[in-house]
């Protein structure tokens, strides 16, 4: 069955970093693009980036320039790194396949000094 499961997430200092990844199973990674979104406390779920089976990137107003979604197809995984981290950033992070409702188990990242 098809699976995301993503790595954990944590606490981190205004202006710091974090790499999110998303691990995947369960059906032909490369054949598929790739997303991330989030949500923070009392508002809908955001999406923040898209990357395609080809490797072209969308981002989210809010992240552009801070925010780098990569995959590594040999590893069916797909990645986030997040820099210039603000405490607006702070929400819990999913991993998604795109053009399905397959979802990762979430991740927080919190953004506070």
């Known amino acids: 069955q098809v699976q995301l499961v993503q790595s954990e997430g944590g606490l981190v200092q205004p202006g710091g970093s974090l790499r999110l990844s998303c691990a995947t199973s369960?059906?032909?990674?490369?054949?598929?693009?790739m997303r991330w979104y989030r949500q923070a406390p009392e508002k809908q779920r955001e999406f923040i980036a898209h990357?395609?089976?080809?490797?072209?990137?969308i981002y989210a107003d809010s992240v552009k320039g801070r925010f780098t979604i990569s995959r590594d197809n040999a590893k069916n995984t797909v990645f986030l790194q997040m820099n210039n981290l603000q405490p607006e950033d702070t929400a819990v992070y999913y991993c998604?396949?795109?053009?399905?409702?397959?979802w990762g188990q979430g991740t927080q990242v919190t953004v506070s000094s």
């Open positions: 998604a396949r795109s053009a399905s409702n397959y």
């Open positions: 369960g059906f032909t990674f490369s054949s598929f693009g």
């Open positions: 990357i395609s089976n080809d490797g072209a990137t």
